[in-house]
Nanobody, 115 residues
């Protein structure tokens, strides 16, 4: 199982970014997918999650109304559209899935929100 994130960058407050995560080595469409983030000196926190069928999504209160999670099962990809970014959104963002009781993480992509 391999998860590869991309799309992180330096962006000004109020800006937008779209993160992507591509999954390999497993049947992507059968598994729920999540985005987590970890800010410097803090623990890893759930940002958003999406069910395998895309019918169910959930978000951390801190990002509701600003971030949108989506997936494209045909291309084994999950996305995180981030709008109205704030300095407190600065973190390394990770893609995650669980398969047969094992949790898999990507390598992370850095998002920095600063003027």
């Amino acid at each position: 199982v391999q998860l590869v994130e991309s799309g992180g960058d330096l962006v000004q407050p109020g800006g937008s970014l779209r993160l992507s995560c591509t999954g390999r080595g497993f049947t992507f469409s059968l598994y729920d997918m999540s985005w987590f983030r970890q800010a410097p000196g803090k623990g890893r926190e759930l940002v958003a999650a999406i069910s395998r069928t895309t019918r169910n999504t959930n978000y951390a209160d801190s990002v509701k109304g600003r971030f949108t999670i989506s997936r494209d099962n045909a291309n084994n990809a999950v996305y995180l559209q981030m709008n109205s970014l704030k300095p407190e959104d600065t973190a390394v963002y990770y893609c995650m899935t669980k398969r047969i009781g094992v949790t898999y993480w990507g390598q992370g992509t850095q998002v920095t929100v600063s003027s």
